[in-house]
């Protein structure tokens, strides 16, 4: 079957488009040197909360948007955050986690 493939962008979406479509939310740990983030998202709940342990100073911070295209304020607190249900049939449809305010954010897209 792998040789049939002409390319590996048709892999790659072979191997991550089935998981992407069945997942109903995403967990994530991010590592830094000073210690980790635990990052989840669904699309009606999502959180950012920095672990026990670490000597980290950045803030955990999450923002989100739903289907009506509404988006958040990024939200950030030293310890943990979240954006709470849109409400009604509104649903996230993509989140951001980052674990300091100066750095790219983890996308996650139900």
Not at 6 to 19: C, E, S
Not at 79 to 94: D, E, I, L, R
């Amino acid at each position: 079957m792998i040789a049939c493939l002409t390319g590996g962008a048709t892999l790659a979406a072979l191997l991550i488009a089935p998981q992407a479509a069945n997942a109903a939310s995403k967990d994530y740990t991010k590592s830094r040197r000073c210690g980790s983030y635990e990052f989840h998202s669904s699309k009606t709940y999502a959180y950012s909360k920095k672990n026990d342990g670490g000597t980290c100073a950045g803030h955990a911070w999450v923002r989100a948007k739903d289907n009506l295209g509404r988006i958040s304020d990024w939200r950030h607190h030293a310890n943990f955050t979240s954006v709470p249900s849109p409400g009604g049939s509104a649903y996230y449809v993509t989140t951001w986690h980052k674990s300091q305010e100066n750095e790219d954010a983890w996308v996650w897209n139900p």
